[in-house]
């Protein structure tokens, strides 16, 4: 039997994968099922999983999506064998659902905001990390959509961000004499932006309070997150979200120092479950060709997701097939549209081809008291031909429709 | 032959017959802002004192209501939470129907108080809401912990996965669209085309909102659902036989947030997809209990 496969993002900063819920999802691997019994795909490509993202498991034929969904997988296919909260309490049962929630609320902004949107970060560190691993049009476009996503779940912190940015940038040489003044004024205000300085360490030391304080109190000291001899789901997951914090080497790490000075016994639990998971020998393997993020698949998926991220068709279907015949949905009216502007195309290019500007009249006259039926082919608005053609009684009159005949009464 | 200046200068006939009708309707003079004592004069010459009193000592919560009666449900689950609490808290109020319009921070609801001591009506929106609360209600037994890791845990599951999943019953699927959200939300505007335009804008903001919390890039209204259904497992964990959350002796805020939901989620005539987190709620008799708690003490 082949071993199950955890398709995971790309190693970076001395952790397996760059993604916190990646890297939950190693740790539980790791504490769930015996070491020969699976291997770790940095397959990067997210196109594999079912709901999108990664992580996500293969099982044979079988994909597996998100780390909720490959918990309660495996704990089902092994009959609870490999459940690690098979020891909790009802109650606490309870809390882990409620905290994996809290966590990825207040903490998944806090590393968007490290990683991503801290720009100094995100310069010289996180954006260069992507184009080691992926190749060349494809760097483009996977660390965007990831830096605007972190860019949406910080939304609310706008006034913060512009406050790190202000406290990391020095203060600019003059570019000319002209603003030498200007420099000159900021360069003496050096003792306000040391107040700024920490103004902006304080709020962002509220903002990881907001997410660690509840943690420690749980923790209070014990070895897991509800004590016990063993690490459980929640230990997986704050494990993948605080080394985040905490590893990464970064140009303004304010996050690591926060940490390391107000919560060092979260940093010592992080340590110690961080030794057992993402040091150990985890088995690597390559994704078979089908899953590999090559060229020719990123462009199938960009083409089919087009209509979402072109904003011409977003909608959350109930079910996956939802999106398979959303996108085939769109891409059908597409070629409807292009089908209909060849038809007509082709169509007035025969007529432009064909007719010389000349049309053909049926004409009702009374002469001499029977009515005289005749086809005329001419130009357009030659009308004084067909009078004259017609060598009709009054000689001047011109043969008009009535609005009768255009009813054909 | 030669017609006056001023002749030729002259609008032409219809155009002056066309503006003799305006204006159309003069409006009564609205008064400049006047100081308390010339209210008070103004208020004790025209009407009875009595009346006066009565009608400026009422608190008014601004929200999306069909009634002005304060023991009938908002259809809108924050205000429906905030309604809840200002009735556990006992605080006289009543309902104003309102829109987003109306509101100085842009949300709903907010509550407009007047007091006889300063007479002068007072704006709180809803984050300022709690502390208003808790200035001005008589002391509660709820001495629950709004800080604590577990408040703030299980909190974030109503927030997250029961929102979530709200948001697509009644926003994304089609026929409660149709047929209960967007009758609702703009009966003040029926005029044909502007209920459809605030529906599918409505609906872009679910959409918008759902994929912003969620963690993964393609989610489906079925994942939503059963991540409800998960959320209320641990919830009727949490309440377990208790008579309110957290063990407390009196209802509190968690009970009105959790009530918010599960009452309009049992009540409002669900259908379409959304049938299933319904069900799903429906499972879980202590919850179903609370919310007839509730529901039977200060909604009827």
Redo the contacts between chains.
């Keep these: 039997m082949s071993p199950i496969e955890l398709h995971v993002w790309n190693r970076a900063f001395g952790l397996p994968s760059l993604d916190p ?1 990646c890297l939950a999802a190693i740790a539980f691997l790791s504490s769930a099922i015996p070491q020969d019994l699976w291997v770790l795909v940095e397959s990067n490509n ?1 196109s594999v ?1 079912p ?3 990664l992580p996500a498991l293969k099982d044979g034929p079988q994909w597996i ?4 969904a490959i918990v309660s997988y495996l704990n089902s296919k092994s009959a609870g064998g490999s459940d690690i909260d098979r020891d909790l309490t ?2 606490q ?3 882990s ?3 994996r ?2 966590i ?3 903490c998944l902004p806090i590393i968007s905001l490290s990683l991503y949107v801290t720009n100094k970060n995100w310069i010289n560190v996180t954006r260069p990390l992507y184009s080691t691993f992926l190749q060349f049009p494809i760097q483009y476009e996977i660390p965007h959509a990831h830096h605007a996503q972190a860019v ?2 910080t939304a609310h912190l706008t006034s913060l961000i512009r406050d790190i940015a202000a406290e990391d940038s020095r203060p600019l040489q003059p570019i000319s004499t002209a603003f030498a003044g200007i420099t000159a004024i900021t360069d003496k205000s050096d003792k306000p932006q040391e107040k700024e300085k920490i103004t902006t360490r304080i709020r962002l030391g509220n903002l990881l309070a907001d997410f660690l ?3 420690k ?2 923790l209070a000291g014990q070895e897991y997150f509800f004590g016990g001899a063993s690490p459980t789901t929640i230990d997986c997951l704050l494990v993948g979200y605080i080394s985040l914090l905490l590893v990464p080497n970064l140009p303004s790490p304010w996050a690591e120092e926060i940490l390391r000075k107000e919560f060092s016994d979260i940093v010592g639990y992080t340590d110690s479950l961080k030794l057992t998971y993402f040091t150990q020998n985890i088995t690597y393997s390559t994704p078979d060709e089908t899953d590999k993020l090559t060229l020719t698949n990123w462009t199938k998926r960009t083409i089919e997701n087009s209509p979402r991220s072109w904003g011409i068709s ?7 097939e ?2 398979n015949t959303q996108s085939t949905a769109f891409w059908v009216v597409v070629q409807g549209v292009f089908g209909l502007a060849a038809t007509v195309g082709s169509v007035l290019a025969y007529k432009a081809l064909t007719t010389e500007g000349k049309v053909d009249v049926e004409l009702k006259e009374e002469v001499a008291g029977t009515e005289v039926y005749s086809t005329i082919r001419g130009g357009v608005g030659d009308v004084d031909t067909t009078g004259a053609s017609n060598n009709g009684t009054e000689g001047g009159r011109l043969p008009i429709f009535r609005a009768e005949d255009m009813l054909g009464l | 032959m030669a017609s006056p200046p001023q002749d030729a200068l002259r609008a032409p006939a219809f155009i002056r017959r066309l503006f003799s009708h305006f204006p159309l309707i003069t409006h009564p003079v609205d008064l400049p802002p006047m100081s308390i004592e010339d209210f008070q004069l103004l208020s004790t010459n025209t009407t009875t004192r009595q009346h006066t009193e009565k009608s400026i000592n009422n608190n008014t919560l601004y929200s999306f209501t069909d009634s002005t009666d304060s023991s009938i449900a908002s259809f809108n689950p924050t205000c429906l939470k905030w309604q809840t609490y200002l009735k556990i808290r006992n605080i006289p109020f009543k309902t104003q129907s309102s829109n987003n319009h109306a509101s100085p921070s842009g949300s709903l609801p907010f509550l407009v108080i007047s007091s006889q001591s300063d007479r002068i009506s007072q704006t709180i929106s809803s984050p300022k809401l709690g502390k208003w609360i808790e200035e001005h209600a008589v002391g509660s037994v709820n001495t629950v912990d709004t800080d604590g890791g577990d408040y703030r845990a299980f909190l974030s599951l109503v927030e997250g996965a029961i929102r979530d999943a709200w948001l697509y019953a009644l926003y994304i699927d089609p026929t409660n669209l149709s047929t209960l959200t967007i009758p609702k939300y703009t009966a003040q505007v029926s005029l044909w085309p502007v209920p459809q335009i605030l529906g599918s804008q409505m609906r872009q903001a679910a959409i918008d909102a759902i994929r912003k919390s969620s963690t993964s890039t393609s989610p489906t209204g079925t994942e939503l659902y059963s991540k409800a259904i998960e959320a209320f497992r641990a919830l009727s964990t949490l309440l377990s036989s208790d008579t309110w959350f957290f063990g407390a002796s009196e209802a509190g805020m968690f009970d009105a947030e959790v009530f918010a939901y599960t009452h309009l989620l049992l009540s409002l005539e669900i259908g379409g997809s959304g049938r299933v987190v319904v069900e799903g709620l429906i499972g879980f008799e202590n919850l179903v209990e609370h919310e007839e708690r509730i529901r039977q003490r200060w909604f009827s």
């Design positions: 819920e997210a999983s709901n999108g993202s999506g998100g780390f909720d009802a109650s049962k309870a809390q659902i409620a905290y929630s809290f990825r609320k207040t949406s779940l304080d509840p943690i109190e749980k977003d909608n959350i279907p109930l079910n996956k939802g999106y």
